[in-house]
């Protein structure tokens, strides 16, 4: 995936599940090219989470910037209990930031992770 952040341009890989449907009689798809390119609808970005384990502010920023840079509008947070599927959670990449109402101990900035980011790649 290539990604513009803060005038700089990043080559990024990835290795996110995107599920993706091109809406009603459409085709669906799982991208395993790790790249949003060529696709004309959002996906949903799949994660597993331990059900066992919090949902801190930085497991969310972990699946917020997957989502972001695969163009997810949301992401599908699958609970498991030792690999056993105990539920799924969607939550929109938009919400996220705020806690998405999963994360227990707050959330985090957009703004300062794109600050900090570009001066890691200034540096």
């Known amino acids: 995936v290539r990604w513009q952040l803060g005038g700089l341009s990043v080559l990024l890989g990835s290795d996110t599940l995107i599920c993706r449907h091109d809406g009603p009689g459409g085709a669906a798809s799982i991208d395993t090219s790790h790249s949003s390119a060529g696709y004309a609808?959002?996906?949903?970005?799949?994660?597993?989470?331990?059900?066992?384990?919090?949902?801190?502010?930085?497991v969310c920023l972990d699946y917020w910037l997957d989502a972001v840079m695969s163009s997810s509008s949301e992401v599908g947070i699958c609970l498991h209990n030792g690999g056993v599927v105990q539920g799924y959670r969607a939550v929109p990449t938009d919400s996220l930031p705020a806690g998405g109402g999963i994360c227990t101990d707050g959330g985090f900035s957009p703004a300062a992770v794109s600050s900090c980011a570009v001066s890691v790649l200034r540096f």
């Open 41 to 58: 609808a959002s996906g949903v970005s799949v994660a597993l989470h331990d059900a066992r384990s919090d949902v801190t502010s930085l």
